[in-house]
């Protein structure tokens, strides 16, 4: 590596860092929470024995996850314009990742609700409660417990697929790596420090998953 490139390497470290603290995670922050509620309305929705509902969440769930993600971030972006829906890069992103945490995480947390035994489920009734109170009472913070370790690398994965939202003009750190190769013409260099940095980031993510799953074994029955 010659002196010019370390040196691109040590001024696009702070610019690249700031991209990823100020707008990768933050995207993947909020588009992780509002796909979770998105997830656990649509796993209610499948597990429910209203058939409209269930029709319209599987529907739903079949179109998020049998298209690629980067076609729903264009759709929403490029194509929405024209027929007069124009939105903020950010504003596109945040719904195309939402919907996609949102049908995805559906399934996780649907799966966890039933692997709730059945026997929760009639020691609730036994006590009076409706579906709805065994639901909030008993099962969700049972299922949620369960949901933890998928959702989790659900999150991460979201960390690093945040860089397709550089395809529709959102300047995250990707975005931020584009612009700078564009000026100095060093595309491995700063592709494979913006990877570094996706590195770092998800390692840090990895161990704070690691204590939370270790935090919540202890609660585990046993």
Not at 187 to 212: D, N
Request: glycine share 4%.
């Amino acid at each position: 590596m010659t002196d010019r490139q370390i040196q691109i390497v040590i001024d696009s470290f702070w610019p690249l860092l700031k991209a990823g603290l100020m707008y990768t995670l933050p995207l993947a922050l909020a588009s992780f929470v509002l796909g979770l509620i998105v997830a656990v309305l649509t796993a209610l929705a499948r597990t429910s024995n209203v058939r409209i509902l269930n029709f319209i969440a599987q529907f739903y769930v079949w179109i998020i996850r049998g298209t690629p993600l980067l076609v729903q971030l264009f759709i929403i972006f490029y194509g929405l314009p024209t027929v007069g829906i124009v939105l903020p890069p950010f504003v596109a992103a945040l719904i195309g990742f939402t919907l996609s945490v949102g049908a995805y995480g559906s399934e996780i947390v649907r799966a966890a609700i039933q692997s709730i035994s059945k026997g929760q489920w009639e020691a609730a009734y036994s006590v009076g409660m409706t579906r709805g109170q065994a639901l909030k009472r008993v099962i969700l913070p049972q299922a949620a417990r369960v949901s933890v370790p998928p959702l989790s690398n659900s999150f991460i994965s979201l960390v690093k697929d945040t860089s397709l939202a550089s395809s529709i003009t959102y300047i995250e750190m990707f975005r931020q790596s584009q612009q700078i190769v564009a000026r100095t013409y060093e595309a491995l260099i700063l592709y494979t420090e913006a990877a570094v940095i996706y590195l770092m980031f998800t390692s840090v993510l990895f161990v704070v998953q690691s204590l939370l799953e270790k935090r919540l074994s202890r609660f585990s029955a046993q």
